[in-house]
């Protein structure tokens, strides 16, 4: 074999496997998706449950209620003004909604290069759990009603 079919060979090798690897992306992220995001759903709902109460705590007296929403949700009223923040968890396409008054939006679930999982925005500006869950409940603490 000359040196052309030998780097022929090997730059056709190189774009093969590089197709193939491409290929298997989103069906990778598909499955870190469906293993990581509901555990990001749950450290979701824990952090604003774990605010709220030290909320309680550090004004010695109730200002936000949570209460689950079935079937993957959480309800967080505010008691004076009444105001509601809803969140939920939706599977498909691994988002998270939410609503407070007239604000609605979502946050997508994303796997970033190194295999994590975390919030993203319709910008895609990347959010961990605790930027999210200090972002609703500072929605809900403005929201007049």
């Known amino acids: 074999m000359n040196d052309w079919a030998k780097e022929a060979a090997q730059?056709?090798?190189?774009?093969?496997?590089?197709?193939?690897?491409?290929?298997?992306?989103?069906e990778e992220e598909l499955r870190k998706?469906?293993?990581?995001?509901?555990?990001?759903?749950?450290?979701?709902s824990d952090s604003i449950e774990s605010r709220c109460q030290s909320l309680a705590v550090e004004m010695g007296t109730p200002v936000l209620e949570t209460s689950l929403s079935p079937p993957s949700g959480i309800i967080v009223k505010?008691?004076?003004?009444?105001?509601?923040?809803t969140v939920n968890f939706i599977r498909?396409?691994?988002?998270?909604?939410?609503s407070c008054?007239?604000?609605?939006?979502?946050?997508?679930?994303?796997?970033?290069?190194d295999g994590n999982a975390s919030f993203c925005d319709a910008y895609n500006r990347w959010f961990t759990v605790e930027a999210v869950a200090t972002n609703l409940l500072d929605l809900?603490?403005?929201?007049?009603f």
Do not use: T
Request: proline share 10%; net charge positive; charged share 30%.
């Open 78 to 85: 505010k008691l004076a003004p009444p105001a509601a923040l």
């Open 92 to 98: 498909d396409p691994y988002r998270v909604s939410y």
């Open 33 to 44: 998706l469906k293993s990581c995001a509901p555990r990001l759903w749950v450290s979701l």
């Open 11 to 26: 730059r056709l090798r190189a774009a093969e496997q590089a197709r193939m690897e491409s290929q298997q992306g989103p």
């Open 140 to 144: 809900l603490l403005r929201s007049p």
């Open 101 to 113: 008054g007239r604000g609605r939006g979502e946050y997508r679930i994303r796997v970033d290069a």
